[in-house]
């Protein structure tokens, strides 16, 4: 972002170098014993006044134009130093106003032609990698921002205080000397009236401290300076000392409003550091959005900070700091009278408010470019995690593949085995035989729909479908439907206490878990070996355990278990490893916490937290 407008000269830097100037025509004029004439004086007179006003701000234009109104009439012809009314003060006074108005115009004009000239050619050597955009408007405002931060480094507290001194101060201190007329020099007041001058410029800054040594100077001409009572000063070195004294009070004024500014600007690079540190902390403390670091921009100084690109001819919305975006997605709806649009990528681009203006441009387009690796980041991030999910896709899918291969398979082969045995004619079965068959078909066909029954119960959890509806239930009403379906051949011991309370739960969700559970128990318990499920009222939890006496699972693979498609060491115990990851998303759903400890003597036990509910089971 490049700053495109012309600035004028702040009074701090104008005032003293055009007195001083006036005052060297002055003393030129005594010396040569006015060589020139009236008439140059006059064309010298209105040629600084013209330069200045052409280069400075409107209150040191006028300021100086009635400096060298002063200066016309007094040092025309001899005796000089004597302020002169007539023609020659109307002439004076017509040329320096005339001449000022002009030269300021003229300066303004010219500001605003190469304003315009250097944004045309920004604008034509622009490329759609460098787009130019330029904001006339915001740059003024920018302008006239800077020359009164310039003009007003000190804050409005003390110019109040100031314009009071001043106002209280000069009276008094006039006062004060026509009381001690008799007992001191001129030089004796022009030096106490420049000591209030400088305890002005202290307090208060440039403006005040200008104003007081005018008004000192006029009350020295009429008060101190013989003739008393008028504006005509006899003596020339009166005159000089006088003007001295505005030159001096005037350079001490600007002096000290300079050094006021540099602590202000100091200030200022002390709150961008601040601002800078904020941003980076929050960078690296992970919130690096581009919302978090548009919210950083305007935190300081308030407005609002948009953030759009280019999708097709359209402008976009991707990030504001403001709670509540305009109705329309496009630049136009968003952002409607942007004060300032910044380029930061070939299809990226930042309107910030009137408010924002307040920052340096450093620290625009410091900010700019960390909301446009703050938004590349966050795309990154976003398809990373796409990238995660299709990969988890993938992994799943190839595992499905992989166990519908060999288990949905194996029972398949089997039924149509036993059937088409059954079918040949050419053969006469035993009824035992046709038994043993049909068992082979039931068993497959059990298998077949447990396994398509996880099947269809982990697409339901990994799509968010399953809605329990929970309700008082009894462990007893659940439990024993659970095991019904198990095989036969493995042994199940129950231990569920009488007393327990109700657990608020999903009946058929909790069938299903502990059938699962029940049947991964038996899957991995030796020969011979029982299966128990217990059931114990902990602290307003029931606390139900599948324990098996197998071979265990190392603490480390407790929770790799309840993954999907997972099966210890790729052990040939039969399933795909689907029950432990449907009951922990069931129970997840409902609620409740499912997890894995090892079972005294050896084993694995499978604990469900159930929350318990407010009635019991009463005993028979």
């Known amino acids: 972002m490049t700053d495109l407008k012309p600035r004028r000269l702040p009074g701090p830097l104008v005032l003293p170098a055009g007195a001083v100037t006036l005052l060297a025509v002055g003393a030129g004029m005594v010396v040569t014993n006015a060589a020139v004439g009236a008439t140059g004086l006059l064309v010298i007179v209105a040629t600084v006044v013209g330069a200045t006003a052409f280069v400075a701000e409107p209150a040191a234009t006028v300021l100086i134009a009635l400096d060298g109104w002063l200066t016309a009439i007094a040092f025309t012809r001899a005796p000089f130093a004597q302020l002169r009314g007539g023609p020659v003060a109307w002439h004076a006074a017509l040329a320096s106003g005339i001449v000022a108005v002009a030269?300021?115009?003229?300066?303004?004009?010219?500001?605003?032609?190469?304003?315009?000239?250097?944004?045309?050619?920004?604008?034509?050597?622009?490329?759609?990698?460098?787009?130019?955009?330029?904001?006339?408007?915001?740059?003024?405002?920018?302008?006239?921002?800077?020359?009164?931060?310039?003009?007003?480094?000190?804050?409005?507290?003390?110019?109040?205080?100031?314009?009071?001194?001043?106002?209280?101060?000069?009276?008094?201190?006039?006062?004060?000397?026509?009381?001690?007329?008799?007992?001191?020099?001129?030089?004796?007041?022009?030096?106490?009236?420049?000591?209030?001058?400088?305890?002005?410029?202290?307090?208060?800054?440039?403006?005040?401290?200008?104003?007081?040594?005018?008004?000192?100077?006029?009350?020295?001409?009429?008060?101190?300076?013989?003739p008393l009572h008028t504006l005509t000063i006899d003596a020339p070195q009166n005159l000089l000392a006088l003007l001295l004294f505005v030159s001096v009070a005037v350079t001490v004024s600007s002096v000290v409003h300079l050094a006021a500014r540099r602590a202000a600007d100091a200030a200022r690079s002390s709150a961008e550091a601040a601002a800078l540190?904020?941003?980076?902390?929050?960078?690296?403390?992970?919130?690096?959005?581009?919302?978090?670091?548009?919210?950083?921009?305007?935190?300081?100084?308030?407005?609002?900070?948009?953030?759009?690109?280019?999708?097709?001819?359209?402008?976009?919305?991707?990030?504001?700091?403001?709670?509540?975006?305009?109705?329309?997605?496009?630049?136009?709806?968003?952002?409607?009278?942007?004060?300032?649009?910044?380029?930061?990528?070939?299809?990226?681009?930042?309107?910030?408010?009137?408010?924002?203006?307040?920052l340096s441009r450093r620290m625009l387009d410091g900010f700019a470019a960390q909301v446009v690796a703050a938004l590349e980041r966050e795309r990154l991030r976003t398809q990373a995690a796409q990238a995660e999910v299709l990969d988890e896709a993938n992994r799943v899918r190839t595992a499905l593949l992989t166990a519908v291969s060999h288990d949905l398979r194996t029972p398949l082969a089997s039924v149509k085995a036993a059937?088409?045995?059954?079918?040949?004619?050419?053969?006469?079965?035993?009824?035992?035989?046709?038994?043993?068959?049909?068992?082979?078909?039931?068993?497959?066909?059990?298998?077949?729909?447990?396994?398509?029954?996880?099947?269809?119960?982990?697409?339901?959890?990994?799509?968010?479908?399953?809605?329990?509806?929970?309700?008082?239930?009894?462990?007893?009403?659940?439990?024993?439907?659970?095991?019904?379906?198990?095989?036969?051949?493995?042994?199940?011991?129950?231990?569920?206490?009488?007393?327990?309370?109700?657990?608020?739960?999903?009946?058929?969700?909790l069938e299903r878990v502990v059938a699962n559970l029940a049947a991964n128990a038996l899957r991995f318990s030796p020969a011979g070996a029982a299966v128990e499920i217990s059931a114990r009222d902990e602290q307003g939890e029931v606390v139900l355990r599948v324990a098996d006496h197998g071979p265990g699972v190392p603490e480390a693979e407790r929770e790799r278990i309840f993954e999907p498609f997972q099966r210890l060491g790729d052990q040939s115990v039969g399933g795909v490893g689907l029950g432990l990851a449907v009951a922990r998303g069931f129970v997840d759903a409902m609620g409740c916490r499912l997890s894995a400890v090892s079972t005294p003597g050896g084993g694995l036990t499978m604990q469900v937290a159930l929350r318990a509910a407010s009635a019991s089971v009463a005993a028979p």
């Open 419 to 509: 059937v088409s045995s059954l079918r040949q004619a050419d053969v006469r079965w035993s009824p035992e035989d046709e038994q043993d068959l049909l068992a082979t078909v039931e068993e497959g066909a059990d298998r077949l729909n447990a396994l398509i029954g996880n099947l269809l119960d982990m697409s339901r959890v990994h799509a968010g479908a399953l809605r329990p509806f929970l309700r008082p239930t009894s462990l007893d009403e659940v439990v024993p439907l659970a095991l019904e379906g198990l095989d036969a051949g493995g042994r199940v011991d129950l231990d569920l206490p009488d007393a327990l309370p109700l657990v608020v739960t999903d009946p058929g969700l």
């Open 277 to 358: 540190l904020n941003l980076a902390q929050t960078v690296l403390g992970g919130a690096d959005s581009p919302r978090a670091i548009l919210d950083q921009l305007t935190a300081r100084s308030g407005g609002a900070a948009d953030l759009l690109e280019r999708v097709g001819e359209d402008w976009v919305l991707v990030a504001t700091s403001r709670a509540m975006p305009g109705p329309s997605p496009t630049a136009a709806g968003v952002s409607p009278s942007p004060r300032l649009i910044v380029p930061v990528a070939p299809d990226l681009r930042l309107h910030v408010s009137d408010e924002v203006l307040a």
């Open 103 to 226: 030269g300021a115009v003229a300066g303004a004009v010219w500001r605003e032609q190469l304003c315009r000239k250097l944004a045309a050619a920004t604008a034509a050597a622009a490329t759609p990698e460098h787009p130019a955009a330029v904001d006339l408007a915001a740059l003024a405002t920018a302008d006239r921002r800077d020359l009164a931060d310039l003009a007003t480094a000190v804050e409005p507290r003390r110019r109040n205080l100031s314009a009071a001194t001043a106002v209280v101060g000069v009276p008094v201190t006039t006062l004060l000397l026509v009381v001690a007329r008799s007992h001191l020099s001129l030089a004796d007041d022009l030096l106490v009236y420049l000591l209030l001058v400088v305890a002005v410029t202290v307090v208060g800054g440039f403006w005040p401290a200008v104003c007081s040594a005018v008004a000192a100077s006029l009350l020295l001409n009429w008060f101190f300076a013989e």
